[in-house]
């Protein structure tokens, strides 16, 4: 009788040992991806700071330099010639279960989104996001956007422009990007300063 007992006792323990492990199993999945999710979300924003910072350092200084982005997710060039609401600028669109924005329309991630800017205050870059939900998933878009920058003093604009090696739209889902500078030049009241990014 008493070995019945211990035996009954050590099946209860199992099964409730059993009902335990698969009652948290979900759970910690779901906690592991989010986290997972939020190191992405934060991996691509700081990748469009370190990609603003680059390209004016390039457009400052020449030379080439190379980044890689490794979130999945597509990543697209919109040169300047282009007839579109995101000419001048990097697009990068992904999937996550969080976001580090609340859904809705376009918001500026950047001190100052204006148009145009005051040189020697502001960035030629803007960083905008947006995030909108679909399913159980959110879908999360970053913009690099170029604006033009004026020397109040002098009434001088400055611009840097986006170009691709085509001049066309660029994709990829393997986020590699290689930047140079092609040219300055100035045009009346406007300086130009023209960027390279081969995907």
């Not at 996001?129 to 604009?157: C, F, M, P, V």
């Amino acid at each position: 009788m008493k070995a019945q007992t211990q035996v009954v006792s050590v099946i209860l323990i199992i099964g409730i040992a059993i009902a335990a492990i698969a009652t948290i199993t979900p759970w910690s999945m779901s906690m592991i991806q989010k986290r997972k999710d939020a190191k992405a979300v934060d991996d691509a924003f700081n990748f469009f700071i370190l990609l603003d910072s680059k390209i004016r350092n390039i457009a400052q200084n020449g030379g080439e330099e190379s980044i890689q982005l490794n979130v999945p997710g597509k990543l697209t060039i919109y040169p300047s010639n282009i007839m579109d609401v995101n000419n001048n600028s990097i697009n990068f669109v992904f999937t996550s279960k969080v976001s580090n924005i609340a859904p809705g329309e376009w918001l500026c991630l950047s001190s100052n989104c204006n148009e145009t800017a005051t040189l020697g205050t502001d960035s030629f870059g803007v960083i905008l996001g947006k995030a909108l939900r679909e399913n159980d998933y959110l879908k999360i878009e970053y913009k690099l956007w170029y604006r033009d920058l004026l020397d109040r003093e002098k009434n001088q604009k400055y611009r840097i422009i986006i170009n691709t090696t085509d001049n066309q739209i660029k994709q990829t889902t393997t986020p590699y990007l290689r930047i140079q500078k092609l040219r300055s030049y100035t045009s009346q009241s406007l300086t130009i300063t023209e960027i390279n990014i081969i995907v």
